[in-house]
């Protein structure tokens, strides 16, 4: 190498190793070229390896024990079994809606309108929601509103749930509380796409306690800490 115009180099670095520098070019290098050896090369051991964890997890989730449904349900952690008994189950089976599965707090669930005290919708068709939204999935068509102090309302509001990418834009768009996604309720399946799309009195009639509360109603200009109550 050096009747080339090279020096001896120590590579100092990680990566390849720098046998020589160019003394012209010192970003011309002669580096050594490491080959995989005909072990690596085969797979054989890396395709090995790799059954064994497949296999370790099948015969897991085969012969593992269900957690308790009541763990499920609250979404608690379980001890893990001692070394002598087998593995919890990692792929069990939720028996919906019989059973139901712990979600997280920050779930939303599906949107729902919220409406005055005096019954009416509060969205004023201001569309902020749709012009946010990066699904595309509002449609709203204004209409006159009969309460002298508000210009419009939505004569047809509705949510496609299946383009919509639960990003919240819509929430934090609306200028008037009008719409929320606090219900907690899940997508419901659906076998025709428009059976997804959510209307306005579907939207109106779900609230933040499924059950209790079948309405929405929200204070004007909120009040105090359970505003969003
Ligand atoms: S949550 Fe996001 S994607 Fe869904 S309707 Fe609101 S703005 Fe659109
Ligand atoms: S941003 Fe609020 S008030 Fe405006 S159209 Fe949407 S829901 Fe109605």
Redesign the pocket.
Known sequence: MAGHGHEEAHDETAGPKVLAVSKVSPKVRTIAVVRPSEHDVTYLEAARKGLGVTLRHFMKNFFGKRRPAEALAKGEAVEPRSRFKPAWNEIETIQYPEEKTHYPERFRGLHR?MQREDGNV?????????T?CPANC?T?IPAESDDKGVEKK?AV?EIDELRCVVCGL?VE???????RMDSGVHAKPVENRGDAIMTRELLLGLSADVGKDPQSTATQGGEGPDWRG
């Open positions: 309108l509060r969205c004023v068709a201001c569309m902020c929601c749709p946010v509002i709203i939505p509001f819509c768009a609306c200028p008037c509380d009008a719409i």
